[in-house]
């Protein structure tokens, strides 16, 4: 079973950027289709973006489109949002997922607080 730990989160000015990471460990993230969710206060969980395990397939929310984008790097086991122009829409907390078979593992997730 895989364990997921997100980081990278905080707090910054509309216009910012910021980048979150998701660490793997306990098995290697190859094969993984990895994905990242947001979910605001009142707010249910909603996709933001997915990568498959290739890196040759990435898919995001409307929402986030052009402005935010997603990575990984197997060899550290790590997938990343690089999230750029932030809105104060954006905030949310943030976290990652893995995908294989049929089994899903969540992190605890990260927050991400952006200021108009």
């Known amino acids: 079973q895989v364990q997921l730990v997100e980081s990278g989160g905080g707090l910054v000015q509309a216009g910012g950027s910021l980048r979150l990471s998701c660490a793997a460990s306990?098995?290697?993230?190859?094969?993984?289709?990895m994905d990242w969710f947001r979910q605001a206060p009142g707010k249910e969980r909603e996709f933001v973006a997915t990568?498959?395990?290739?890196?040759?397939?990435?898919y995001y929310a409307d929402s986030v489109k052009g402005r935010f984008t997603i990575s990984r790097d197997n060899g550290k086991n790590t997938v990343y949002l690089q999230m750029n122009s932030l809105k104060p829409e954006d905030t949310a907390v943030y976290y990652c997922?893995?995908?294989?078979?049929?089994?899903?593992?969540w992190g605890q997730g990260t927050q991400v607080t952006v200021s108009s």
């Open positions: 990568i498959n395990w290739s890196s040759e397939n990435k």
């Open positions: 306990g098995r290697t993230l190859g094969g993984y289709t």
């Open positions: 997922r893995g995908r294989i078979g049929g089994n899903h593992y």
